[in-house]
């Protein structure tokens, strides 16, 4: 139901939220009389529940002085109004005076599938309409986020006083567009609401029109809601005191083999069940026909066997105390199949009913090292502090072989599949709390659980770790790909990214961004500013950097004087070429200058906000022991620098693919050596300034609005 502009003011004024006075007239006697009432010069618009654009069809007349004008406008509206729409119903027309001039902004409010009411700001005319300058935000806003919305759109300088014109009255507008969230959070009836123009003045604000949509019953709130799972920690798929693998097998070409050769390879201490039927041992340990023959309870069970047999294996669980499934087993609701979806219907059925807590169907399961469970034969024994919930099973892979180029280690990985019982909303929960857990990463295909509610935790997570999320299936091919792979619908696109980051949280793109962004947050101190100190390479290659290094924001200050000073102190012969970007090329051997020593005194000075040593692996212009002596072994300097910096430090090693014959040639063997010491010492490096930049910018952003809020 569409509240015509009287309607929509009064709600609207009732909510503290400013509006020009406008009054109902119903006749053109009424109309003269009431725009005398309020004061010349007044506008007259249509009301009518089958207009929506109003001036678009001769149904506004502005700036009417004088009561015969008024009788006039009230004419010409009428003729207008009946000749654009003969059919229209007229309510009668709206007085109001004529506001002063100001500039013209939009706020609106539209609403998402998946998180709910969303907040749109914008300039008015043009900047909208054509250019599409706006600003989102999901409802509820913080004033942090208002302050945001504002300053985001690009044509954000016409509100502070452009070309003489006298700045706006901000935080009206962050007023207004807080209490419009909160309108809306109070009055979830309504659909939609137009706020189309607000004029801002330097001081205050004012809605010239208005428009709101409201829901005609209130019952399409009601939602059926699932039985939830037993809630608590999931502790027990990570540390549990018993196994048994359903389907374990001596045939190497099997799931239940690798999941029984990963528990004894990488030493998981509670006691291994193989469940076999016609095995009497698998592996070398004794082997059980059925779960029920194995002595004593057990804690956790992963099934490899046919998913039609899960119902049965349940009926068992209860009766062993099995409080943890992780079903391996695919084709479930992921062919789309009515009968697949039927048999994962019946085994969630049961499982709640007995209390039992399932990870998958289809998907990797647990990785977890501190406690011996891996579902891979060749990932990392030792233990990190990344956690990782992964809907696909490929992409837990990815993370841990590529986050592991990169240094990263992780504490769990859990790829979940179709998240039949186990979801992300319990993934999160628990990684939030766990303590061996200081970052979280996560790949998700679609929500299980309700969007507001994910944002909402997202959002208390993000205040205690960083969370970096990457979500697929955002584009329609990618929505197609994900819904055959794990039944997921991929939840609306535009706002996703919006809504993450509002809540706290890192989106990003791919697996490889989501690499970068945890090796930040996992190796750098907490980044504030923009100034950086950087250097390493020869001239060419640094000018690339400075130049790359601006584009995305950043600041290459300066060198201060007192730093070239304090090399000149020292004997440096080039004292006075030292600057930043720190030149490689005229260090000599010997020399207090090294591309180390300077970076050092810049990580001390006030000036700079964060430290780079930025390396080529191609810069060998000399023999091998040259290359060794000094090119090598400036990495000792940049690893020191990395653990007594008080700024945050990092690398830019750009490396290039190899293929097998360079694996063979001194160079780019010394040049992998240089990585893996990297990788062992825990250095946090990139591969090119690009990456590195969104990093660092998410990072700042990342605490600022950690900080504003707390
Ligand atoms: P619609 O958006 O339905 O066409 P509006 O009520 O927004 O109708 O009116 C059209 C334009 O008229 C506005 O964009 C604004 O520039 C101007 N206008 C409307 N009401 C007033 C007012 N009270 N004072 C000054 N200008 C107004
Ligand atoms: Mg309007």
Avoid at 2 to 14: C, D, F, P
Avoid at 140 to 169: C, H, N, W, Y
Avoid at 514 to 532: S, T
């Amino acid at each position: 139901m569409l509240l015509n502009e009287v309607k929509a003011k009064q709600m609207l004024k009732e909510a503290g939220i400013r509006v020009t006075d406008t009054r109902f007239a119903a006749s053109r006697s009424e109309a003269i009389a009431t725009s005398k009432k309020l004061g010349f010069p007044a506008a007259l618009k249509i009301l009518s529940p089958d207009v929506v654009h109003k001036s678009d069809s001769g149904g506004v007349k502005l700036n009417l002085k004088t009561s015969k004008q008024v009788g006039n406008a009230y004419d010409e509206i009428m003729a207008s109004i009946s000749r654009a729409f003969p059919d229209a119903k007229i309510t009668g027309v709206s007085v109001q005076r004529m506001a002063s001039p100001g500039v013209e902004v939009i706020i609106g409010v539209s609403r998402d599938e998946q998180f709910g009411p969303f907040l749109m700001f914008g300039l008015g005319g043009i900047m909208v309409e054509v250019l599409k300058d706006v600003s989102f935000r999901i409802i509820p806003i913080s004033e942090f986020d208002a302050a945001e919305m504002i300053k985001e759109i690009k044509g954000f300088k016409l509100l502070t006083g452009f070309r003489g014109q006298p700045a706006v009255d901000l935080s009206a507008l962050e007023q207004m567009l807080f209490q419009v969230s909160r309108f809306v959070e109070a009055n979830p009836q309504v659909r939609e609401l137009d706020l189309n123009p607000v004029f801002a003045y330097p001081d205050g604000a004012v809605a010239v029109d208005a428009r709101v949509v409201k829901e005609d019953s209130r019952d399409t709130q009601i939602e059926k809601k699932k039985k939830e799972g037993p809630s608590g920690s999931l502790d027990f798929f990570f540390n549990p005191e018993s196994i048994a693998i359903i389907g374990a097998s001596n045939n190497p070409n099997s799931p239940g083999f690798g999941f029984t050769t990963q528990l004894l390879e990488y030493g998981f201490k509670g006691k291994i069940y193989p469940v076999n039927s016609k095995e009497s041992e698998v592996l070398g340990i004794k082997a059980y026909p059925r779960l029920e023959d194995v002595p004593g309870n057990v804690d956790f069970v992963i099934c490899c066997i046919a998913l039609k047999h899960v119902p049965a294996l349940l009926d068992t669980s209860v009766k062993k105390g099995v409080r943890g499934v992780h079903i391996f087993s695919a084709r479930g609701s992921e062919t789309g199949l009515a009968e697949s979806k039927a048999l994962e219907a019946e085994i969630l059925e049961r499982a709640r009913d007995y209390g039992i807590r399932l990870i998958g169907p289809n998907c990797m399961g647990i990785y977890c090292p501190g406690a011996g469970i891996s579902f891979s034969y060749d990932f990392p024994k030792g233990k990190g502090n990344v956690g990782a919930m992964v809907q696909s099973g490929g992409s837990s892979t990815d993370i841990v072989k590529y986050g592991g180029l990169y240094g990263l280690k992780f504490s769990e990985v859990i790829s979940y599949g179709n998240a039949l019982d186990v979801n992300e909303m319990d993934l999160l929960s628990y990684l939030a709390e766990d303590p061996e857990t200081s970052i979280i990463v996560a790949f998700i295909e679609g929500l299980r659980g309700n969007g507001k509610e994910f944002l909402e935790l997202v959002r208390k997570t993000a205040m205690k770790k960083p969370l970096i999320i990457c979500k697929v299936g955002k584009s329609r091919a990618g929505a197609r790909s994900t819904m055959s792979h794990t039944a997921s619908l991929a939840g609306s696109s535009q706002l996703w990214d919006i809504a993450i980051r509002q809540a706290g949280g890192i989106s990003v793109r791919d697996i490889d961004d989501l690499i970068h962004m945890a090796v930040g947050f996992n190796f750098l101190k907490p980044v504030r500013g923009r100034r950086i100190g950087t250097g390493g390479s020869g001239g060419g290659r640094n000018t690339v950097s400075v130049d790359e290094w601006e584009y995305h924001g950043f600041e290459v200050v300066p060198l201060p004087q007192e730093i070239r000073e304090e090399f000149k102190r020292r004997g440096a012969q080039l004292w006075y070429c030292l600057d930043n970007p720190a030149d490689r090329s005229i260090s000599v051997p010997g020399d207090p200058f090294t591309v180390g020593a300077l970076l050092k005194e810049m990580s001390k000075h006030p000036d700079f906000d964060i430290i780079c040593a930025d390396i080529a692996a191609e810069d060998h212009p000399y023999h091998r022991e040259t290359f060794v002596n000094w090119i090598v072994n400036n990495l000792d300097d940049y690893i020191r620098l990395y653990k007594e910096s008080e700024k945050p430090f990092f690398m830019i090693f750009r490396t290039r693919p190899l293929g097998v014959a360079e694996l063979d040639h001194w160079f780019w063997r010394d040049v992998s050596k240089m990585r893996s010491r990297l990788i062992e010492e825990g250095v946090p490096f990139f591969p090119g300034v690009d990456k590195a930049a969104e990093v660092l910018n998410a990072m700042i952003d990342y605490y600022e609005r950690r900080e504003s809020k707390s």
